[in-house]
């Protein structure tokens, strides 16, 4: 019954901008803590950046100032804008929603490549 959708992920330039959506369905997502984790081959994955249910916001320190996410909990939907794309952004973005440990949902992932 649960389901995160990612959408947005694509091939960009150095220097772009991109905008990732997540869409929840199956959970009242204004009870759950949001975030957008990636994994680049090889890698392990990574959080990149978490919004509470109470909107309090962190961010890896490699995306600080240029990566933002917001949360429409009307729309059960949790964004994120990347700003001034480097190449090592490229990587699988995940969407995250969970509640405490026993409720933990992830989607399917959409690819981001940032390249000339």
């Known amino acids: 019954q649960v389901q995160l959708v990612e959408s947005g992920g694509t091939l960009v330039q150095p220097g772009g901008s991109l905008r990732l959506s997540c869409a929840a369905s199956?959970?009242?997502?204004?009870?759950?803590?949001m975030g957008w984790y990636r994994q680049a081959p090889g890698k392990q994955r990574e959080v990149v950046a978490t919004i509470s249910a109470g909107r309090n916001i962190n961010y890896v320190d490699s995306v600080k100032g240029r990566f933002t996410i917001s949360r429409d909990n009307a729309k059960n939907r949790v964004y994120l804008e990347m700003n001034s794309l480097k190449p090592e952004d490229t990587a699988v973005y995940y969407c995250?929603?969970?509640?405490?440990?026993?409720?933990?949902?992830w989607g399917q992932g959409t690819q981001v490549t940032v390249s000339a």
């Open positions: 995250n929603a969970k509640a405490g440990p026993w409720f933990d949902y």
């Open positions: 199956g959970i009242t997502m204004s009870a759950y803590a």
